[in-house]
T-cell receptor
C-alpha cells in the first residue's frame, strides 16, 4: 500500500533557528515529490517539486532533498520566521493518474518569538 | 497574482440535505480538482475534471458526489444527501496542464459542517 510518513508530527522552534522535517514514502513506482506549506484554514501552497532524478531543490529559505534509493526526503528551513508557522505536507506521485497522489499527514511547525 | 477562489468559506447543513460548493479556478487553467481534508487527517483526492468530463475519481467519490462546470468560470461540487462523515474541509485546485509535474493551485477551502 502506498504510504507517506512524516516526522516529527509537530515541532516548536525559536525564531531564527533552522529545522529539518522528514518524509519517508513507500510509493512505487515514483514520479515526483512535492512539499507544500498549509497555513491553518487555508489551502496548500507548493514550495518545491522534485522528480526522481533530482536530489535537491531550493526555494528561498526552503531546501528540499530527495534520496530515491532510500525513499526519503527532507525539508530544511533556515533562519525561521514567525510566518513559517504552518503545516508542511509531503506529497508523492506515481507516474500515472491523480487518484494515487499520496499525501502525508504533515508536520505542524510552530515558530515562537 | 491569479488565485483559485472558493465559496462559501463555511457551510453548515443538516444531514440528508444537498450542498453545492463553488470554486472559480484560475482563468487559463484547463484541469480542475476537488480534494477533502477531514479534521486532523491527510488531504485526500476526490476527482479531477477536464473538458467537461471527469478524468479520474477516487473511491471516496461515490454516487452522492457530482461535479459540474455550469459556465465558463465556475466549478462546483455537489453532495446530494450529506452524511455526518462528509464534514471536512473541501479544497478546489486547478492546473494549466495534466501530469503530476504540473503545479496545482489550491483554493482556500470550504469548511463543511454536517449536523
Amino acid at each position: 500500500k502506498n504510504q507517506v510518513e512524516q516526522s516529527p508530527q509537530s515541532l516548536i522552534i525559536l525564531e531564527g533557528k533552522n529545522c529539518t522535517l522528514q518524509c519517508n514514502y513507500t510509493v512505487s513506482p515514483f514520479s515526483n515529490l512535492r512539499w507544500y506549506k498549509q497555513d491553518t484554514g487555508r489551502g496548500p501552497v507548493s514550495l518545491t517539486i522534485m522528480t526522481f532524478s533530482e536530489n535537491t531543490k531550493s526555494n528561498g529559505r526552503y531546501t528540499a532533498t530527495l534520496d530515491a534509493d532510500t525513499k526519503q526526503s527532507s525539508l530544511h528551513i533556515t533562519a525561521s520566521q514567525l510566518s513559517d508557522s504552518a503545516s508542511y505536507i509531503c506529497v508523492v506521485s506515481p507516474p500515472s493518474g491523480y487518484s494515487t497522489l499520496t499525501f502525508g499527514k504533515g508536520t505542524m511547525l510552530l515558530v515562537s518569538p | 497574482e491569479p488565485e483559485v477562489t472558493q465559496t462559501p468559506s463555511h457551510q453548515v447543513t443538516q444531514m440528508g440535505q444537498e450542498v453545492i460548493l463553488r470554486c472559480v479556478p484560475i482563468s487559463n487553467h484547463l484541469y480542475f480538482y476537488w480534494y477533502r481534508q477531514i479534521l486532523g487527517q491527510k488531504v485526500e483526492f476526490l476527482v479531477s475534471f477536464y473538458n467537461n468530463e471527469i478524468s479520474e475519481k477516487s473511491e471516496i467519490f461515490d454516487d452522492q458526489f457530482s461535479v459540474e462546470r455550469p459556465d465558463g468560470s465556475n466549478f462546483t461540487l455537489k453532495i446530494r444527501s450529506t452524511k455526518l462523515e462528509d464534514s471536512a474541509m473541501y479544497f478546489c485546485a486547478s492546473s494549466e496542464a495534466l501530469g503530476t509535474t504540473y503545479e496545482q493551485y489550491f483554493g482556500p477551502g470550504t469548511r463543511l459542517t454536517v449536523t
